[in-house]
């Protein structure tokens, strides 16, 4: 079976299931004897074209009411094009040159999908970073303006 297509980056639409004449054989090895609650457990943390495959499978076969619920909350756009196929260091890279959005877009992604320790203390690192240039520049800005009050006096 070949995987979906991940690309979902820049128009931020996450794929759509692929049709069910390519859902016969199961995504996951054994799928069909997991329990409910282990597989909806398992689900955190998998790859955003295996989450597409899964629910693909399982709206075609079992179609459970709570498997398809965690898989909506999970599915979604990644934060970074191809994203979920980035290593951690290349993730950080990316966030080193981007900005707040992107770390912001980042984070929120890690605490719903994967929560790798690493990533998220990239995340705060940046956060803190843009910040303090925030606010460097707000002060920047208000003395600046003081410098043009006392111009006026």
């Known amino acids: 079976m070949s995987a979906p297509d991940t690309n979902h980056g820049s128009n ?6 692929p049709p069910s004449d390519q859902t016969a054989d ?11 609650k282990k597989l909806i457990g398992d689900l955190r943390g998998r790859p ?20 398809m619920e965690k898989l909506r ?3 979604g756009p990644e934060p970074i094009e191809n994203y ?11 966030l080193m040159d981007g900005d707040l959005e992107l770390s912001n877009r980042v984070r929120v992604y890690e605490r719903r999908l994967r929560s790798r320790g690493p990533v998220l ?3 705060a690192r940046v956060r803190l970073d843009r910040h303090e240039e925030v606010s460097s520049r ?3 800005v208000r003395e600046s303006r003081r ?4 111009d006026w006096k």
Request: aromatic share 4%.
């Open 121 to 123: 203390e990239a995340v």
């Open 147 to 150: 410098g043009d009050v006392a």
């Open 84 to 94: 979920d196929r980035l290593s951690v260091e290349e993730i950080t890279a990316a």
């Open 12 to 17: 931020g639409r996450t794929p759509s299931a």
């Open 26 to 36: 199961p995504p996951i090895s054994g799928y069909d004897r997991l329990d409910m």
């Open 138 to 140: 707000i002060t920047e």
């Open 73 to 75: 909350y999970l599915r």
């Open 48 to 67: 955003q074209h295996e989450l597409a495959a899964i629910a693909a499978y399982e709206e075609s076969h079992a179609n459970r009411n709570q498997v």
